[in-house]
């Protein structure tokens, strides 16, 4: 423990600042405030200088997409209809067809990138990785629409994150995603709360107009 927490002490300031930021989105998105996003811009803003500095060209751009991911989850959540300005959006769910459709979907393009890193580069772990930057990419997105499940998703994704970096002996960055693992649960659990609260307001005020 002593050795994780003299490896976030060691940090540079600004890779520091972004871990921080990454640690106050996931807090600020399971306690449903808006403020996550701006905390996830910034964060990813410095991870993309930091990843470009370092030639990790892919990270790089792959976190400039969660900059606009974080931008229009800003605009979403004040905007429950993109037409309506200043409308809360609730949380939803999905029917089950629609994950199957998601699962089923995402694994057939996570199973066509992995074979190919598995064979075509010294990728370590090549469908596990492929499966988790797949998903997480596309549950990105039902963050932004306040989709019930994404921390199902979620939990999936950190899970078998953290055994990846168990087995590479990153041992900080997976207390990081062991972290996101607990907020997974208390952010369904919140949000679910939250779900049920908006349906009971919706029965009322449909009972109260007949």
């Not at 990813?44 to 606009?68: G, R």
């Not at 979907?105 to 930057?133: C, E, H, P, Q, R």
């Not at 950190?158 to 997974?184: D, H, R, W, Y």
Request: charged share 10%; proline share 3%.
């Amino acid at each position: 423990m002593q050795d994780i927490l003299n490896y976030f002490l060691d940090l540079p300031f600004w890779e520091l600042l972004a871990v921080s930021l990454s640690i106050a989105y996931v807090v600020l998105v399971a306690r449903n405030n808006t403020w996550c996003w701006p905390a996830a811009f910034f964060s990813t803003m410095i991870f993309t200088v930091i990843f470009h500095d370092v030639s990790l060209l892919m990270e790089a751009l792959l976190n400039v997409y969660y900059m606009a991911m974080a931008v229009y989850g800003w605009y979403r959540w004040q905007n429950s209809n993109l037409l309506t300005a200043n409308t809360p959006l609730p949380v939803c769910t999905w029917p089950l067809k629609n994950h199957f459709r998601f699962v089923v979907s995402l694994s057939v393009i996570s199973l066509s990138m992995g074979w190919f890193m598995d064979n075509y580069t010294d990728a370590d772990y090549a469908y596990l990785d492929t499966f988790t930057t797949v998903f997480a990419i596309a549950t990105t997105y039902l963050v932004t629409i306040k989709l019930l499940e994404n921390w199902l998703y979620w939990f999936v994704i950190n899970s078998v994150s953290v055994f990846i970096f168990l087995q590479k002996g990153l041992e900080p960055t997976a207390v990081l995603f062991a972290f996101n693992i607990l907020m997974c649960i208390i952010g369904y659990v919140n949000w679910n709360k939250l779900h049920h609260s908006q349906q009971n307001e919706q029965e009322l005020s449909v009972a109260s107009t007949r």
